[in-house]
């Protein structure tokens, strides 16, 4: 694996520590490469009513859109957990990296026992809803 990925999979890890989580204890990292270089982390970052739960993927997209980044100008995102397999990403994230990632884009997943899987934004979601979708149909 490249140096560059090597140093996402480090912040992801770096991100790791600053999860939010009194209800799982289950740390989750990611970390986003926009094209600039520059690197957005993010943890999973928990709630009491449980359904407002953040993931770390989201929160590390959320966060570069709220900076500024555009949709689909991100390299890769590395995501980390202390799992047997490397993680990977639940539903709703897939549905957000696709709407906000190249479908070429790669997603890096690893645990702490530094196994790693690496696929791409459309491999995660085949057949997903995007927005070109919302394009209605010609009525006669
Ligand atoms: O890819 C994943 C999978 C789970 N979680 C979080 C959500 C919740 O806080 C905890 C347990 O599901 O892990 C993530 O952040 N990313
Ligand atoms: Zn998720």
């Known amino acids: 694996m490249s140096q560059q990925l090597e140093q996402l999979l480090d912040e992801a890890k770096a991100a790791m520590d600053l999860a939010y989580v009194p209800y799982s204890q289950f740390r989750v990292g990611a970390a986003l490469l926009h094209e600039s270089g520059h690197i957005y982390r993010g943890c999973n970052i928990e709630n009491a ?43 709703v994230c897939r549905q957000v990296l696709v709407e906000l990632c190249s479908p070429d884009m790669k997603v890096i997943m690893s645990n702490l026992k530094g196994d790693r899987t690496v696929m791409t934004v459309a491999e995660l979601l085949p057949g997903a809803f995007t927005p070109s979708s919302l394009a209605k149909e010609e009525h006669s």
Do not use: H, M, Q
Not at 57 to 68: K, V, Y
Not at 71 to 78: D, E, K, L
């Open 49 to 91: 009513a449980y359904g407002p739960t953040n993931c770390a993927e989201r929160t590390a997209l959320f966060s570069a859109i709220a900076d500024g980044a555009k949709p689909g100008s991100f390299t890769a995102i590395a995501v980390i957990g202390e799992t047997t397999e490397p993680i990977t990403p639940c539903g």
